[in-house]
């Protein structure tokens, strides 16, 4: 079964208009993070947020924020106010366990991002 | 600010050759990581190093597969016979161990196995 579930294959957004890009999770573990990363056309893969488990607000970074429902466990990203420079392949990925004693990421299959001017 | 990075950028090989990729990862940083993406593909983890052996394994990482952290700031990742489908993104990461023990990647290398 996939722990990590990104539906849209590929989205399209406005400039300057928000975009909540999807993010389903699965696991059994009650200690776990969540994290976005954004990968452009160059093939790095950059960090965006972070949201842990027991984070009672949702996490925040910038025009980035992420809409975190456990009880659906649910972990959307939103990026507001898009810009040119947010077209990219999007990846939600997961952390299992409490701490950093292995910290493998389990990523979904991405989202690509389209911003049209 | 800090960063991981990767040699080379791009790597083609034959068939059957021995491939080292290297990593330089964040200087204080204490876990390591290889993950691998086949081009179009979602990002796969590869191995977990920490305090100089492996923490972790995926089944990708057979025999053929090795890492190595030589020095004090080097971290390398050995195909020893390399096949077609070894041919991807392969990603460094590295992180501090403290919450959220978030996990930094390198620009990549991407193989080519002809």
Same mark, same amino acid.
């Given at each position: 079964a996939q722990k990590i579930t990104q539906t849209q294959p590929g989205m399209f957004v406005q400039e300057k208009e928000a975009v909540t890009l999807d993010c389903t999770y699965d696991t059994s573990d009650q200690s776990y993070g969540l994290f976005w990363y954004k990968q452009p056309s160059s093939g790095e893969m950059i960090f965006l947020i972070y949201q842990g488990s027991y984070d009672e607000q949702n996490a925040t970074e910038g025009r980035y924020s992420l809409n975190f429902q456990k009880a659906r466990k649910s972990a959307n990203l939103v990026i507001s106010?898009?810009?040119? %420079?947010?077209?990219a392949m999007y990846f939600c990925a997961m952390r299992e366990g409490?701490? %950093?004693?292995?910290g493998k990421l389990i990523f979904g299959q991405g989202t690509t991002l389209q911003v049209k001017p | 600010e800090p960063e991981v990075t990767q040699t080379p950028s791009h790597q083609v090989t034959q068939m059957g050759q021995e491939v080292i990729l290297r990593c330089v990862p964040?200087?204080?940083?204490?876990y390591f990581y290889w993950y691998r993406q086949i081009l179009g593909q979602k990002v796969e983890f590869l191995v977990s190093f920490y305090n100089n052996e492996i923490s972790e394994k995926s089944?990708?990482?057979?025999?053929q597969f090795s890492v190595e952290r030589p020095d004090g700031s080097n971290f390398t990742l050995k195909i020893r016979s390399t096949k077609l489908e070894d041919s991807a993104m392969y990603f460094c990461a590295s992180s501090?161990?403290?919450?959220?023990d978030t996990q930094y990647f390198g620009p990549g290398t991407r193989l080519t196995v002809l």
């Open positions: 106010a898009s810009q040119l %420079g947010d077209s409490g701490g %950093g004693y292995t | 964040i200087s204080n940083h204490l089944e990708i990482f057979d025999d501090s161990g403290t919450s959220p």
